[in-house]
């Protein structure tokens, strides 16, 4: 028996397999790129270790990516296989690997919770719990776990900084924004590197309209990224959201083509059309094009990517850009195509699975809003995301990247002269917390 970066019992016979399970843990709570090749590094020197499959799995499972489902229920299979017996809590991992692949998310989250309450300092339960209610649009819940597991917490423990990284993000969420920037800024001072908690600073700062400050404090931590994931690439979403504001549309563009969606880059090479990239790049594209810039030939390479996924259902947020994108590039039969999937995931799938009842009530209306926008159909944008704005939450993602079908609605509100529907949105934006909706929202 051995122990990883935590401290916690790790089911192997090999120091080699326990020593990169334990880096690789590692590296995913930092949102480091070598969480993978580490991993794969404990299975090639343990091809039984159960734990390693259920983190592996696991990580998959977070790519968002339906094509992944095989990969996923291999290391299932092996984790289940693996010779035990396994500690309670790393069979709580793999339960939750079967709940993740089966599409039961709160079975997992429920796991999560469990592992938490017999060992708060579990900063790989933190980081999953945390990773499963964003994308369930569920940060009040994710506040809970992290205040709940916060006493056991002091800078002695492995990952205190991370920890606080996730509250802090977790506080920004739920509109606590000073002690999320002071949480999150300690953090990063200990660890530079540390991407989550520079996240949560520039979310604060978007909600708080401080632009310029936003893209100096990205500017002054952009060169500790060279280690980090696909999280690098939101920061610099980040930064061009700052541009925008101050209408700087040239420095979104360049920052856009050169890190944003920059296919050269080994990053975006690897896994060009990870979820939050696509995420990233259509958010990006609609929000220049809501102001009037023109963004020339960009969305094409999007919507190669995006037609390759129509029937992919893992994520309600990815797919409402996915239907953006078809539509910006006049692919619409594939645009109806994503819509139909969708819908008959949200119709027939069993009631254990989490993401059916919020396809139906924020993924499809948001889909559907995106196209008939880009159809210039100004009544059925507003049909669609005036009953569903305020349970568009359940789509998953931060208030700033929700932000965008706010902005969407408010759009075909003036298109469509409905001042009624404008005052809502301003008064949606101001109650999820952005300082200034009026310039926001009616600068476009
Ligand atoms: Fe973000």
Redesign the pocket.
Known sequence: MYRDQGGFEITTDSAAAAAALSAAITAFNGWKLAAMPQLDGALAADPGCAMAHAVRGLLLHLGRDARLAPQIGVNLAAAKAAPGPLTEREDLYVRALGDSLAGRLTGAITAYETILAAHPTDLLAQRLIQAELFWLGEMGWSADVSQRIAPAWNRDVPGWGLHRSCRAFDLEEIGQFDAAETMARQAVELDPTDAWGT?AV??VMIMQGRFSEGVAWLEGLKDHWHETNQIAL?LW??RCLFHLEQGQNDAVLEIYDGWVRNRALPLVQETPDLYIDMQNGASMLLRLELLGITVGGRWEELAALAGERLDDTTSPFTAAHLAAILAAAGRFDDAQTLVANLAHFAKTESESATLAPRTAAAALPAARAAIAHRRGDFNEVIAQLLPARRLLRQIGG?H??RDLFILLLADAARHAERADVVALTLADAREVGFSDPQTRVCQR
Request: no cysteine.
């Open positions: 996240h520039a979310h939101h979403w980040h931060s700033a990247q």
